[in-house]
């Protein structure tokens, strides 16, 4: 086959269109960098000072490292719990669809995913005061738990597609039930781990609703929280706001930089999947 | 075998309970209270019947926040899906520094939505206002979030600037899923680009659609983050999302009984756009 030549047209409007996306990026890091007398002459030049210490303000005005900390906390518990429970509850739901109580399981927990927040959000609020749980450890349990209807779905179409041979040559040798599923199945699941890794990490990093909702405590408030509460402080000083929104916007771009053709990887090869 | 069954209820059985716990529990919950009077801090409450579910349907506020979220989420979702299917078939054409681009255009899908909204809140009131000024437009030279009648389509902007991020790497998935050879037995029979879009292409990438379409709709109808940063409902109640209703009328405004009767209407409501989007997305797969 002939190798075809590259399509400029195409490659033209690709990059008009990425300078779409690009340009909000661009004002953000120019406005955060820039004094209000720069701002005056011309909102739109890059920046000439590079007013570094609008990044000084904004994290001693927003508490930044803290709100950074418990944002690292929060997503990092989640994911971890989310990949080690997820899995392990999907795995016995797989193995044992014929049975009913399994098999009435997996639909309770899959219903669950058009069951919007909204007709929860207000008892939920209730039930985890009760527990005292409205606080970090309570919000990670709920994304845990909450996870669980999306990540059935995907885990148990996966897991059904390992032939179960494996597990029944580790039976026979007299693997327990848990040494099959940590040695031979956990394993055979990286795959759609990851996957299921990185849009947990993406959605709970970047969640506003329920830590808005849920944390009570000014300190264990996490990053998108932290903009909004202090909306009113930064009041019309844009500098600061954007060096705070760009500073909470950072974390997430650098891991992005380094594993983007990771992520976009997982997410790709989930959608085929599943 | 007794002790594999064990393990095996060991492993589900915990999850059951906190699944229920702060799952079910709550909305059963929500559901309860619907038919009460309860403001949220009282300590007593009355059972009132199915008196909230019907002022709901002569509330005004919910009627008109039923009509925008409608109104948002569809042409969200028609935006994103027309936009992110040409982005994808431009990133799967041949074209020069092709990861670099696609890395570009899922950048937003990585972004707090609300910082997104927060940006965006600002670029609408002193930046894109510069543009309309030098246009001569008096109409563009105003804030359009300000706009009783045009500030929804400001959500409508932010929105689909951030949500085409997922779509288009989803139908880049699909994309890549379809054989090359089907390509070169069109070429040979002579077949145009557009024709090849419309007997191979898009048929193939039926699934994908259809999954786009349903999310988008979905998170369109729950629309919460970005009106919390660029409007807040306003100006007036114009931009008031069911969620956001939900949430003030619930939590600030002493209507949690109400408002969780409002929370099962939309519950069906949402419940039924599914179901309908699922069965008529998959016939039209079936019949392609």
């Not at chain 1, 058009?114 to 709920?142: E, S, Y």
């Not at chain 1, 992005?256 to 997410?267: C, H, T, V």
């Not at chain 2, 199915?50 to 926040?65: A, G, L, P, Q």
């Not at chain 2, 007997?199 to 999954?211: E, G, V």
């Amino acid at each position: 086959m002939m190798r075809k030549a590259t399509n400029w047209t195409i490659t033209v409007l690709i990059a008009l269109g990425s300078l779409l996306i690009l340009f909000p990026l661009y004002m953000t890091i120019s406005i955060a960098l820039k004094n209000p007398e720069e701002m005056a002459l011309s909102i739109f030049s890059l920046p000439t000072g590079l007013h570094f210490e609008n990044f000084r303000n904004a994290i001693e005005a927003t508490n930044f490292f803290n709100a950074l900390k418990n944002s690292m906390v929060i997503t990092i518990s989640s994911v971890v719990f989310i990949l080690l429970t997820n899995s392990m509850v999907a795995y016995a739901i797989a193995r044992n669809m014929k049975d009913k109580f399994f098999k009435v399981l997996y639909f309770y927990f899959i219903s669950a995913m058009f069951i919007p927040f909204q007709i929860i959000m207000l008892p939920v609020v209730k039930v985890t005061t009760d527990f005292h749980m409205n606080n970090i450890v309570g919000l990670i349990i709920l994304y845990v738990v909450y996870g669980l209807a999306f990540n059935i779905f995907v885990y148990v179409g996966y897991i059904r597609s390992i032939p179960i041979e494996l597990e029944e040559a580790a039976t026979m040798d007299g693997a327990s039930t848990w040494g099959t599923y940590w040695k031979i199945i956990f394993p055979l699941l990286a795959p759609i781990s990851a996957t299921i890794g990185i849009l947990s990490c993406l959605s709970t990093w970047n969640d506003f609703m329920l830590p808005l909702i849920l944390l009570g405590d000014q300190n264990s408030y996490t990053l998108p929280l932290v903009q909004y509460v202090f909306q009113g402080q930064f009041g019309t000083d844009f500098n600061l706001a954007f060096a705070s929104y760009l500073l909470a916007l950072t974390p997430m771009v650098i891991v992005y930089l380094f594993a983007q053709k990771w992520i976009i990887g997982g997410i790709t090869q989930g959608a085929i999947k599943s | 075998m007794a002790k594999r069954r064990i393990a095996f209820y060991l492993m589900t059985v915990p999850a059951l309970l906190l699944f229920f716990t702060f799952h079910t529990f709550p909305a059963i919950q929500g559901i309860f209270y619907a038919f009460t009077n309860w403001d949220g801090f009282s300590e007593s409450y009355d059972f009132v019947g199915f008196k909230n579910f019907v002022n709901i349907f002569k509330d005004e506020n919910v009627i008109n926040s039923y009509v925008f979220t409608f109104k948002y989420a569809i042409v969200v979702t028609i935006l994103i899906n027309v936009l992110s299917l040409l982005i994808a078939l431009g990133l799967n054409a041949k074209i020069k520094f092709k990861n670099f681009f696609r890395g570009v255009y899922f950048l937003p899908n990585i972004l707090s939505v609300l910082i997104v909204g927060f940006i965006f809140n600002y670029l609408f009131s002193n930046v894109f206002t510069i543009w309309g000024a030098k246009l001569g437009s008096e109409f563009l030279s105003q804030n359009i979030l300000g706009n009783a009648d045009w500030a929804w389509i400001g959500i409508v902007i932010v929105a689909v600037w951030q949500g085409i991020a997922f779509n288009t790497i989803l139908y880049l998935a699909g994309l890549q899923t379809i054989p090359r050879d089907l390509y070169e037995a069109s070429n040979l029979d002579g077949a145009g680009k557009f024709r090849e879009f419309i007997s191979i292409t898009f048929p193939l990438l039926a699934s994908f659609f259809t999954i786009n379409m349903v999310l988008a709709m979905k998170s369109g109808l729950m629309v919460f983050d970005q009106i919390i940063a660029l409007t807040g409902g306003g100006p007036g109640r114009s931009t008031q999302s069911i969620a956001l209703l939900i949430y003030t009328g619930g939590f600030q405004g002493g209507e949690f009984a109400y408002q969780s009767a409002n929370a099962v209407i939309y519950f069906i409501v949402i419940i039924v756009i599914s179901a309908l989007q699922l069965k008529f997305l998959q016939k039209r797969e079936m019949d392609m």
